[in-house]
């Protein structure tokens, strides 16, 4: 079992930044899961955002490549989102998500956990 409880959201400018986190907190300490960040507008199905495996390698969905950064702190058992240069089009409900399988990208993944989600508003 993982539990997720997602932090940080808020309101910004065009153009501002966010950094959103994630606390983890896994029945089995040691057990891997590929980590990821999922995003829903409003009337808009959700999508992935960004993953990143227990072993640090990353992957983006093509509209946030080079403005968002995942990353994650083993020791603290927490992933981040770092959001830059943020856009209208950015917001929405972001979530934190872990999967237990063999998924290995965002594009692949399909998680067995959610969090509660965290509100983004970008405004021009």
């Known amino acids: 079992q993982v539990q997720l409880m997602e932090s940080g959201g808020g309101s910004v400018q065009v153009g501002g930044s966010l950094t959103l986190s994630c606390a983890v907190s896994k029945s089995k300490p040691y057990s891997n899961y590929l980590m990821g960040w999922y995003r829903q507008a409003p009337g808009k199905e959700r999508e992935g955002v960004a993953a990143?495996?227990?072993?640090?390698?990353?992957s983006y969905e093509d509209s946030v490549k080079g403005r968002f950064t995942i990353s994650q702190d083993n020791a603290k058992n927490s992933v981040s989102l770092q959001m830059n240069s943020l856009k209208p089009e950015d917001t929405g409900m972001y979530y934190c998500?872990?999967?237990?399988?063999?998924?290995?990208?965002?594009?692949?993944?399909?998680?067995?956990?959610w969090g509660q989600g965290t509100q983004v508003t970008v405004s021009s």
């Open positions: 990143i495996n227990f072993d640090g390698r990353v």
């Open positions: 998500a872990a999967d237990s399988g063999w998924a290995s990208t965002i594009a692949t993944m399909d998680p067995d956990y």
